[in-house]
């Protein structure tokens, strides 16, 4: 057969999605490269031209599912559609993991690799802080958000959000779990827009 030549990106691409597939349903010590090369038909060679080792294919897979949830997030940030509130709303609704993670996220919620879960975690968190940040200060510029110490509470909710919301931690019904995201709406509300008169002491 005619050796098929593909576009760099394509190929890691495939790569990577054949390895976080295997990863997903044998688990990551028990797939080799062998198995990775042989699903998509390429030579071992070909791994070792993209990646080092197993270990940088998961790297490489998280960063690009950050990578597109963060141009998502940077989209609706510099949009003029919708109002700071809104924004944030959206942001904390949508920026976190959906179907199309499905494979990286079947590995990194293995219980084995919960260290790296937790690195996963703290990573996308600072890596959303920098927009929650730019939406709170349009808020405060807008003078929808009232509170004290607007950045203080955008952070709290991430990192709150992103356990909450997070399906290898707590084991939620898709019912609980969008009722959670409604309630969402108005904890954002109540937290950031808050009452102007209300006591100093508040965030």
Not at 140 to 157: S, T
Request: proline share 3%.
């Amino acid at each position: 057969m005619p050796r098929i030549s593909k576009d760099p990106q394509e190929r890691k691409d495939e790569i990577l999605n054949a390895a976080m597939e295997l990863f997903a349903s044998k688990g990551y010590e028990q797939t080799s490269v062998s198995d990775i090369v042989k699903k998509i038909g390429v030579a071992q060679g070909t791994f070792y031209y993209y990646f080092q080792s197993k270990e940088e294919v998961v790297n490489a897979a998280c960063e690009r599912t950050l990578a597109t949830r963060l141009e998502k997030v940077k989209n609706l940030v510099e949009s003029s559609q919708w109002n700071a509130l809104e924004k944030l709303t959206r942001m904390f609704t949508d920026a976190f993991p959906n179907e199309q993670d499905e494979d990286v996220f079947g590995y990194l919620h293995q219980e084995i690799n919960s260290t790296l879960h937790q690195k996963w975690i703290v990573a996308e968190i600072m890596a959303l802080l920098p927009f929650a940040r730019q939406i709170v200060q349009l808020g405060v510029e807008e003078g929808i958000f009232h509170v004290r110490q607007p950045e203080l509470a955008v952070e709290f909710l991430l990192v709150g959000a992103s356990f909450w919301f997070d399906k290898g931690i707590f084991d939620w019904s898709e019912q609980e779990y969008e009722a959670k995201r409604k309630a969402l709406t108005d904890i954002i509300d109540r937290l950031l827009v808050g009452n102007p008169t209300a006591s100093p002491d508040i965030l």
